[in-house]
């Protein structure tokens, strides 16, 4: 009997809709679907075609974190193989720190632990109002150690240090609230409407501006003020001379939508 692809990718326009695909799981982001999600993410950065991208899960979870069956043997490991255990999931990180487009989370239920990592990779983290984000591996034994670079760009220090060592939840609502949510949705079909509409946005905008733009985001914004503003100027030059402001300056002025 054929094991299902721990991933499946669909095409909504010019998005292109990742699925984690074992939702009898709860579609934990273990080895094997990491490596899937890290090369099926390549190949999608790599197809002009394909203007955004949007990470969910298959059923009532997006996605659980590691999978325990698996840690469960990590005591009974060498060091040199429990410390290689998670490289995909590292190779998965850095990927999405330079990614060349937007990425967007959908996210339909829980979200924990590596799934939370996974939701503070997309640059855009969409939920339903069911949804919930949480840590959990202090509950364990462990510690989310890799997720840490991640989710501290991305939610305020004293709670997510309150989350890691609690394992507490955070509800959608009030992960909106504090910014790590973008849009709360009723429910899931709202919630691929919500896809939908910002792929549609997404389309629209500049390819060259988007991709040297997020770049220059995650340079600039680890660099003391004074030093970012120096740098800004020089990252400019790419965008002033490349033939996409040609272009948007001259569909501007002929009342026509850019084709970039």
Not at 52 to 60: F, I, K, L
Not at 72 to 85: H, K, L, Q, S, T
Not at 172 to 185: E, I, K, N, P, T
Not at 250 to 260: D, G, N, Q
Request: charged residues 20%; neutral net charge; proline residues 8%.
């Amino acid at each position: 009997m054929r094991t299902p692809d721990p991933v499946l990718v669909s095409r909504r326009g010019t998005v292109a809709l990742v699925t984690l695909n074992r939702p009898e799981d709860r579609n934990p982001l273990d080895r094997d679907s990491a490596a899937a999600l890290r090369d099926v993410f390549g190949t999608l950065f790599e197809d002009p075609a394909v203007r955004s991208v949007a990470v969910t899960g298959a059923g009532p979870a997006f996605c659980a974190g590691g999978d325990l069956r698996q840690m469960e043997r990590f005591g009974r490991m060498p060091v040199e193989e429990a410390y290689a255990w998670p490289e995909a999931i590292v190779d998965l990180h850095k990927l999405m720190l330079r990614a060349p487009k937007p990425v967007l989370a959908a996210v339909n239920g829980p979200a924990y632990a590596g799934g939370m990592g996974l939701a503070g990779m997309c640059d855009v983290v969409l939920a339903t109002r069911g949804a919930r984000f949480a840590m959990p591996e202090v509950k364990v034994g462990l510690f989310p150690m890799i997720i840490v670079a991640q989710l501290a760009r991305s939610l305020p220090r004293k709670l997510l240090l309150e989350m890691m060592m609690t394992g507490e939840p955070l509800s959608a609502d009030d992960a909106h609230r504090v910014g790590f949510v973008s849009r709360v949705y009723p429910d899931a079909d709202a919630l691929l409407a919500g896809v939908d509409h910002y792929g549609e946005l997404f389309a629209r905008t500049s390819p060259q501006a988007v991709r040297l733009g997020r770049a220059a985001f995650q340079l600039l914004s680890e660099m003391p003020a004074g030093a970012a503003i120096d740098a800004a100027q020089f990252l400019n030059l790419p965008l002033f001379l490349g033939a996409d402001l040609r272009e948007g300056t001259a569909a501007f002025f002929e009342h026509r939508p850019p084709r970039w």
